[in-house]
């Protein structure tokens, strides 16, 4: 690729990796569904009055913000909320391509390699050595659960959006973003309650405005362009594996801004988990020779 696409990349990739850095912040002042609710409406408004609707079928469109915009966000900002460690939850959350591998096994038929298998069967060993740092304290539970059923929820929106052929993300996603803010204003009510939402909206600081807005331009608008267009661009053999790097910098980050401390087990079943992923992502070319090497 050339300078400017490294460059584009390297973007992106930063972006997604501190991203889970800057959710914790938001937290902070902002309960999550109420941050959910904040994030797609300034997702949504003012581009979509100059962003034209996607051609895909309506159901496309909500399937894919039920599942990506509003079942991830949801159960992530939801994990991060009761305890769960910005650099984990950014690792436990790519568990999503695994969930991918088997929901387009069942749903669409696709065949499941031998690399996929050997690299679920590594991640999961990773997941479970991480489940059993959690059991011990170091991790909340309900934490962990939560960020598997945001990854399950990507999963399924990774479905949706590979039914749906080629589109252009952008408009997908600005089109996808009108949907979410009701769901989400409406668990926000009956779950945070009116008193918090108010509390929350009189006493925002510059922290929550600043989290949002990062949230909405650089982790959304700016993060998704990019990758789309790089993807349109290049093999996705070489632009793929490079998300692999996002973890790696989540976990970093957290250790850096947040002060996160992971016990022995944690980084244990990290590692493992990355390397289940690489597997996964690598795999076809070691397991079958080049010519799988997609």
Same mark, same amino acid.
């Given at each position: 690729? *050339?300078?400017?696409?490294?460059?584009?990349?390297?973007?992106?990739?930063?972006?997604?990796?501190?991203?889970?850095?800057?959710?914790?912040?938001?937290?902070?002042? &902002? +309960? #999550?569904?109420?941050?959910?609710?904040?994030?797609?409406?300034?997702?949504?408004?003012?581009?979509?009055? $100059?962003?034209?609707? +996607?051609?895909? *079928?309506?159901?496309?469109?909500?399937?894919?913000?039920?599942?990506?915009?509003?079942?991830?966000?949801? =159960?992530?900002?939801?994990?991060?909320?009761?305890?769960? #460690?910005?650099?984990?939850?950014?690792?436990v959350l790519q568990s999503q391509? $695994? $969930?991918?591998?088997?929901? !387009?096994?069942?749903?669409?038929?696709?065949?499941?390699?031998?690399?996929?298998? /050997?690299?679920?069967?590594?991640?999961?060993?990773?997941?479970? @050595?991480?489940?059993?740092?959690?059991?011990?304290?170091?991790? *909340?539970?309900?934490?962990?659960?939560?960020?598997?059923?945001?990854?399950?929820?990507? !999963?399924?929106?990774?479905?949706?959006?590979?039914?749906?052929?080629?589109?252009?993300?952008?408009?997908?996603?600005?089109? %996808?973003?009108?949907?979410?803010?009701? *769901?989400? =204003? &409406?668990?926000?009510? =009956?779950?945070?309650?009116?008193? /918090?939402?108010?509390?929350?909206?009189?006493?925002?600081?510059?922290? %929550? /405005?600043?989290?949002?807005?990062?949230?909405?331009?650089?982790a959304t608008l700016v993060g998704?362009?990019?990758?789309?267009?790089?993807?349109?661009?290049?093999?996705?053999?070489?632009?793929?594996?490079?998300? @692999?790097?996002?973890?790696?910098?989540?976990?970093?980050?957290?250790?850096?801004?947040?002060?996160?401390?992971?016990?022995?087990?944690?980084?244990?079943?990290? =590692?493992?988990? @990355?390397?289940?992923?690489? &597997?996964?992502?690598?795999?076809?070319?070691?397991?079958?020779?080049?010519?799988?090497?997609?």
């Amino acid at each position: 690729m *050339p300078l400017r696409d490294w460059m584009a990349a390297l973007t992106v990739i930063t972006a997604w990796g501190v991203n889970f850095v800057v959710i914790k912040l938001a937290l902070t002042e &902002i +309960p #999550p569904m109420l941050l959910g609710c904040l994030r797609f409406t300034f997702v949504a408004i003012p581009a979509v009055f $100059f962003i034209k609707r +996607p051609k895909v *079928p309506l159901k496309t469109l909500i399937g894919y913000s039920c599942s990506i915009s509003l079942g991830q966000f949801a =159960f992530l900002f939801s994990a991060l909320y009761v305890g769960m #460690p910005s650099g984990l939850a950014s690792l436990v959350l790519q568990s999503q391509a $695994f $969930f991918t591998v088997i929901i !387009a096994m069942i749903a669409l038929g696709e065949l499941v390699r031998l690399h996929n298998i /050997v690299g679920i069967f590594v991640a999961a060993t990773g997941l479970a @050595l991480i489940y059993m740092a959690a059991e011990s304290g170091s991790v *909340p539970l309900l934490g962990l659960f939560l960020t598997l059923m945001a990854a399950f929820s990507w !999963a399924t929106g990774n479905i949706v959006i590979k039914t749906a052929g080629k589109v252009d993300m952008i408009s997908l996603v600005v089109w %996808g973003a009108i949907i979410p803010p009701i *769901p989400f =204003f &409406i668990l926000s009510w =009956f779950i945070e309650g009116p008193e /918090v939402i108010l509390y929350s909206l009189k006493n925002i600081t510059f922290v %929550g /405005v600043s989290t949002v807005f990062y949230l909405v331009v650089m982790a959304t608008l700016v993060g998704y362009v990019l990758w789309g267009r790089l993807m349109n661009k290049h093999m996705v053999s070489k632009v793929a594996p490079l998300s @692999l790097m996002v973890p790696v910098l989540g976990l970093a980050s957290g250790v850096i801004f947040l002060q996160e401390r992971l016990v022995l087990l944690q980084w244990l079943g990290g =590692f493992v988990v @990355l390397a289940g992923l690489a &597997i996964n992502t690598f795999g076809a070319r070691y397991f079958y020779g080049k010519k799988y090497g997609i």
